[in-house]
């Protein structure tokens, strides 16, 4: 099972809206709304931010937003704020049974 | 409030064999529809989910692709923990190892173990 793709690094500043993409196939991604999103800290264990494509757990900011279309799902931050500085993956359930990841995203807050 | 709590040795030599405990409070193992998974972090391959154990009236595992034929994931209800097993470690297996719990065999990864750097040596 081939990684899903993000970008990189997107980068914002304080109080914009940034977007990040995260691109698989028919058997992950567009087969399934089972897609989480995780946000981790350097030296921290991922946290999960957005799940099932568009739900939040508690405690997560309303600022945190989730959305798919086709292959393609996207994690949405608006108002950013220096602490959303992060790495971001994506993750997805798949036709095989299984789990797979996206490579990560470096989110900086300028 | 569900917590995990990783154990095992950071250091393995190669070609040995990878050996780490999930110690879960907060909810037992056997909860339907809960499932328990290992999962490693290396700068080289990221975020790569291993595999899970779940008990739907029975045990059941999945196993990624990657590691079948190498790895076992058990259960412990007398503990309430859960372990992974990597047999005949190289360099590539070298790793941050988490343990999580997730809502669903399908589902996202809602609680993590501290994590775990393993290294394997030669």
């Known amino acids: 099972q081939s990684a899903l793709t993000q970008p990189a690094s997107v980068s914002g500043s304080p109080g914009q809206s940034i977007a990040i993409s995260c691109t698989g196939t028919?058997?992950?991604?567009?087969?399934?709304?089972?897609v989480s999103w995780y946000q981790q800290h350097p030296g921290t264990a991922p946290k999960l931010v957005i799940y099932?494509?568009?739900d939040r757990p508690s405690g997560v900011s309303s600022r945190f937003s989730g959305s798919k279309s086709g292959n393609t799902a996207s994690l949405t931050i608006s108002g950013l704020l220096a602490e959303d500085e992060a790495v971001y993956y994506c993750?997805?359930?798949?036709?095989?049974?299984?789990?797979?990841f996206g490579g990560g995203t470096k989110l900086t807050v300028l | 409030q569900v917590r995990l709590q990783q154990s095992g040795p950071g250091l393995v030599k190669s070609s040995q064999t990878l050996s780490l405990t999930c110690a879960v409070s907060g909810e037992s193992v056997s909860t339907n529809p809960s499932a328990w998974n290992w999962i490693r972090q290396s700068p080289s391959r990221g975020l790569e989910w291993l595999g899970r154990?779940?008990?739907?009236?029975?045990?059941?595992?999945d196993y990624a692709i990657s590691v079948k034929s190498r790895i076992t994931i058990n259960p412990d209800t007398s503990k309430n923990q859960f372990s992974l097993i990597l047999n005949s470690v190289t360099a590539a297996d070298t790793a941050v190892y988490y343990c999580?719990?997730?809502?669903?065999?399908?589902?996202?990864?809602?609680?993590w173990g501290q994590g775990t750097l393993v290294t394997v040596s030669s």
């Open positions: 999580t719990k997730s809502g669903g065999a399908y589902s996202h990864f809602d609680y």
């Open positions: 993750s997805s359930y798949t036709s095989t049974n299984t789990m797979v």
């Open positions: 028919s058997s992950d991604v567009g087969g399934y709304n089972y």
């Open positions: 154990t779940y008990y739907r009236s029975k045990w059941y595992n």
């Open positions: 099932d494509v568009t």
